[in-house]
């Protein structure tokens, strides 16, 4: 760890929550987080650039590493890992490897940066009438919290609902009279006191406008956590309820609302009865777009004959909006096919290039992210 450049060197195979708690006991933050935190490692963060619930303030992995380790498809050895934050000397390699999925190269350490802890973090839970509604909150949150604000998340008013069918304990407040919820976080420099003050100005505008129905701001870390519980339960919800078919998209944050409208009656036109599973860090636009089978259907015959039909339904809705067909899951083998129909030819093209030059043997994680 250095403290006066804010920075922390880890090899690949730390623990991201291990990373976590070693800069708080220091009294510092690393920002990058998510629901495996608790097993997931700093490698695999950076090869496929994660996301996580902080990225609307602190960005992806790939904003929060300043230099990296790596062994090549020769078995050489480039170490990058100076903490500099700026180095203007040629192609940016550490950005060339973050994200590549282990297709270019070995991820064997990193530097990356730390923050000074907040003075207070608090949490607020809102319902809000629709999509367009959560996107107006938001510039209202981006007005009145600027930089503090650290997350805000939208649920769907039937993804809160699997929570609240199949885990009961988790109390989910505010969502049966609401088409979403949003889960915001404000992270203060001041006080708590200053934090709350911002929060209750935010929300009080936002009620007098309409965009907000009701909410609740949490009075202790407890209560914030279980917010933030329920939130990280949707994914576990939805495997209770069956089998679903899962994208992770993204879209211009100001076309979400319409490509929710568009794609929500595309599907329910060609499916009657299925079932929408909509949420994600609308804060940057990426959202996990889940279609659930009907609710008295086979779950798994519905995979079998509609998952190709599905996933061609929502991407070819995601191009039409200008999106992404991969926010922050990547492109793995699961992607391929779809990759080669979304992406760019001059970008596969350069990728390709690219791949060719460092591994011409395909040795690094083969079948994977293109076809070579």
Same mark, same amino acid.
């Given at each position: 760890?250095?403290?006066?450049?804010? $920075?922390?060197? &880890?090899?690949?195979?730390?623990?991201?929550?291990?990373?976590?708690?070693?800069?708080?006991?220091?009294?510092?933050?690393?920002?990058?987080?998510?629901?495996?935190?608790?097993?997931?490692?700093?490698?695999?963060?950076?090869?496929?650039?994660?996301?996580?619930?902080?990225?609307?303030?602190?960005?992806?992995?790939?904003?929060?590493?300043?230099?990296?380790?790596?062994?090549?498809?020769?078995?050489?050895?480039?170490?990058?890992?100076?903490?500099?934050?700026?180095?203007?000397?040629?192609?940016?390699?550490?950005?060339?490897?973050?994200?590549?999925?282990?297709?270019?190269?070995?991820?064997?350490?990193? $530097?990356?940066?730390?923050?000074?802890?907040?003075?207070?973090?608090?949490?607020?839970?809102?319902?809000?009438?629709?999509?367009?509604?959560?996107?107006?909150?938001?510039?209202?949150?981006?007005?009145?919290?600027?930089?503090?604000?650290?997350?805000?998340? &939208?649920?769907?008013?039937?993804?809160?609902?699997?929570?609240?069918? %199949? =885990?009961?304990?988790?109390?989910?407040?505010?969502?049966?009279?609401?088409?979403?919820?949003?889960?915001?976080?404000?992270?203060?420099?001041?006080?708590?006191?200053?934090?709350?003050?911002? =929060?209750?100005?935010?929300?009080?505008?936002?009620?007098?406008?309409?965009?907000? $129905?009701?909410?609740?701001?949490?009075?202790?870390?407890?209560?914030?956590?279980?917010?933030?519980?329920? *939130?990280?339960?949707?994914?576990?919800?939805?495997?209770?309820?069956?089998?679903?078919? @899962?994208?992770?998209?993204?879209?211009?944050?100001?076309?979400?609302?319409?490509?929710?409208?568009?794609?929500?009656?595309?599907?329910?036109?060609?499916?009657?009865?299925?079932?929408?599973?909509? =949420?994600?860090?609308?804060?940057?636009?990426?959202?996990?777009?889940?279609?659930?089978?009907?609710?008295?259907?086979?779950?798994?015959?519905?995979?079998?004959?509609?998952?190709?039909?599905?996933? &061609?339904?929502?991407?070819?809705?995601?191009?039409?909006?200008?999106?992404?067909?991969?926010?922050?899951?990547?492109?793995?083998?699961?992607?391929?096919?779809?990759?080669?129909?979304? @992406?760019?030819?001059?970008?596969?093209?350069?990728?390709?290039?690219?791949?060719?030059?460092?591994?011409?043997? %395909?040795?690094?994680?083969?079948? *994977?992210?293109? *076809? &070579?």
């Amino acid at each position: 760890m250095d403290t006066a450049n804010l $920075t922390l060197t &880890v090899e690949a195979g730390c623990i991201l929550q291990n990373l976590q708690d070693a800069a708080d006991k220091a009294g510092f933050l690393f920002p990058l987080s998510l629901a495996a935190e608790g097993s997931c490692t700093i490698g695999g963060n950076l090869a496929t650039n994660a996301g996580g619930t902080q990225v609307v303030r602190y960005g992806n992995a790939r904003d929060l590493c300043l230099g990296l380790e790596v062994v090549t498809a020769q078995g050489e050895v480039w170490n990058g890992l100076s903490g500099l934050r700026k180095d203007n000397t040629g192609y940016d390699l550490r950005d060339l490897f973050i994200g590549s999925e282990g297709t270019l190269g070995i991820i064997t350490a990193a $530097t990356l940066k730390l923050y000074p802890q907040p003075a207070a973090q608090l949490t607020a839970w809102a319902a809000v009438p629709s999509m367009q509604h959560a996107v107006t909150l938001l510039g209202l949150a981006h007005q009145h919290l600027g930089a503090g604000l650290t997350g805000f998340e &939208v649920m769907g008013q039937f993804a809160l609902s699997l929570v609240a069918k %199949n =885990f009961k304990q988790l109390r989910v407040p505010l969502y049966e009279d609401a088409a979403f919820c949003v889960l915001l976080e404000n992270s203060d420099t001041e006080s708590e006191s200053h934090a709350r003050e911002q =929060f209750e100005r935010l929300l009080e505008t936002a009620l007098e406008q309409g965009c907000v $129905t009701d909410a609740v701001v949490a009075e202790n870390i407890a209560q914030a956590h279980q917010l933030w519980h329920i *939130r990280e339960s949707i994914p576990l919800a939805q495997a209770e309820e069956g089998l679903n078919i @899962k994208h992770d998209i993204s879209i211009a944050v100001s076309r979400i609302p319409e490509f929710v409208e568009a794609t929500d009656a595309i599907l329910l036109q060609a499916l009657p009865g299925v079932r929408l599973v909509n =949420f994600g860090h609308l804060g940057d636009g990426n959202l996990h777009y889940n279609v659930q089978a009907p609710a008295d259907g086979d779950a798994a015959a519905f995979l079998r004959d509609h998952e190709e039909e599905v996933n &061609v339904l929502v991407y070819d809705s995601v191009a039409s909006f200008g999106g992404s067909i991969s926010a922050e899951h990547g492109v793995g083998s699961l992607k391929l096919d779809k990759l080669e129909q979304h @992406k760019s030819p001059v970008a596969l093209g350069m990728m390709r290039a690219i791949k060719q030059a460092l591994d011409p043997q %395909n040795l690094m994680n083969p079948g *994977r992210v293109l *076809r &070579v």
